[in-house]
């Protein structure tokens, strides 16, 4: 079941990045982890399958790593701190709330960005249409 502000957000049709949190993403953009910087150079100015994507994207409370609003895929980069069950649950909440918006989430180590970048590459293209 959805909550109310999911609906209320479908209604509006607000997948726009939360101005409240510009600020926030501004700095994460600026602050970007080794393996989101080598990732986004492969992903951005439209290199898979012609789609956008856009880093540290909004919706509601949550930021994604990288977004293509086009295809509403999310992908997220998880380092170490995302291995203890507390993360992993939290994780799974915002996976499970971005579901309710039609977000389909791509999770990947940071160690895979590092060691088999072709095969990240590869399962995001083959998720998009």
């Not at 977004?67 to 999310?74: D, Q």
């Not at 992908?75 to 995302?82: M, N």
């Not at 999770?107 to 998009?128: C, G, K, P």
Request: a positive charge; hydrophobic letters at 35%.
């Amino acid at each position: 079941m959805e909550t109310l502000e999911v609906q209320l957000w479908k209604r509006q049709n607000r997948f726009q990045n939360n101005p409240r949190l510009k600020n926030f993403r501004r700095e994460l953009r600026s602050n970007q982890t080794e393996a989101e910087k080598l990732l986004w150079q492969k992903i951005r100015a439209k290199q898979i399958k012609g789609y956008k994507f856009i880093r540290q994207f909004s919706i509601s409370h949550y930021i994604l790593d990288f977004y293509c609003a086009e295809t509403k895929l999310g992908i997220e980069l998880d380092g170490g701190g995302h291995a203890s069950p507390e993360t992993t649950l939290k994780d799974l909440e915002k996976e499970n709330y971005l579901k309710a918006f039609g977000i389909k989430v791509l999770r990947f180590w940071n160690t895979d960005i590092y060691t088999n970048l072709d095969s990240v590459l590869n399962e995001i293209a083959q998720n998009l249409p």
